[in-house]
């Protein structure tokens, strides 16, 4: 089964409200986190990532928070955009596995108006 | 700076056949890693290529296939082509640096259809 999951397939958002989009991973020894973005029809855009012996990382308008003591990644975004519409992605690496990238199936964020 | 380039974008083949998918890396990078998407779900890994050696691979049979030529870029083989092959296949450049861990970089990808 998968280790990294999300909690909900959709999300709906107002444009100009923040949004926080979940994940959860189950192996304790996954050490390298990244969040995509993708677009219809492109491929996944890296949006940020966060080692594990961080549990907070900030970019423009966007914020992971890892919580290791409870296996929990998150990504904030602040004053969504309708162009922030998109499939969102976590992926983890594990520290023991090599470099292989495992992703959950997604999250899709719709923005409205 | 070009990002990571895919060919073709698009693809049609029937079963049995075999095909062919290149890739050339973002400026920079020198590893190269192939994904399978389905419709819906996230990618999965296939396999990973640097200093033109598979290092790594993930739960795909033997019939998928790759390579990594001198200057990075890389080629994904996959033959006696079957229904299930139908995917978007992506390509992710990354550089590995003796730091750990960089962020791999995704093509748009080849969307594979197999009738």
């Known amino acids: 089964g998968e280790s990294v999951g999300l909690h909900l397939p959709t999300l709906s958002v107002q444009e100009g409200d923040n949004s926080i989009i979940n994940c959860a991973y189950s192996?304790?020894?996954?050490?390298?986190f990244i969040w995509y973005k993708q677009e219809s029809g492109k491929g996944p855009q890296f949006i940020i990532d966060?080692?594990?012996?961080?549990d907070k990382r900030q970019g423009q308008r966007v914020t992971v928070l890892l919580n290791k003591t409870v296996k929990h990644l998150s990504l904030q975004i602040a004053a969504t955009q309708p162009g922030d519409s998109a499939v969102y992605f976590c992926?983890?690496?594990?520290?023991?596995?090599?470099?292989?990238?495992?992703f959950g199936k997604g999250t899709s964020l719709l923005v409205t108006p | 700076d070009a990002g990571v380039t895919q060919s073709p974008t698009h693809l049609i083949k029937t079963r049995g056949q075999q095909v062919t998918l290149r890739c050339s890396p973002k400026?920079?990078?020198?590893?190269v890693s192939w994904y399978q998407q389905a419709l819906g779900q996230g990618p999965q890994f296939i396999f990973q290529?640097?200093?033109?050696?598979?290092?790594q691979r993930g739960n795909f049979p033997d019939r998928f296939s790759g390579h990594q030529f001198p200057n990075y870029s890389s080629e994904l083989n996959v033959n006696a082509l079957l229904l299930g092959d139908s995917a978007l296949y992506l390509c992710?450049?990354?550089?590995?640096?003796?730091?750990?861990?960089?962020?791999?970089?995704f093509g748009d990808g080849t969307r594979l259809s197999i009738l």
């Open positions: 400026s920079g990078h020198d590893t």
């Open positions: 290529y640097y200093e033109e050696e598979e290092r």
């Open positions: 966060i080692r594990s012996n961080m």
């Open positions: 192996n304790s020894a996954s050490d390298y």
């Open positions: 992710a450049s990354s550089l590995t640096s003796p730091r750990g861990n960089q962020p791999q970089h």
């Open positions: 992926a983890e690496n594990l520290s023991n596995s090599g470099y292989a990238l495992n």
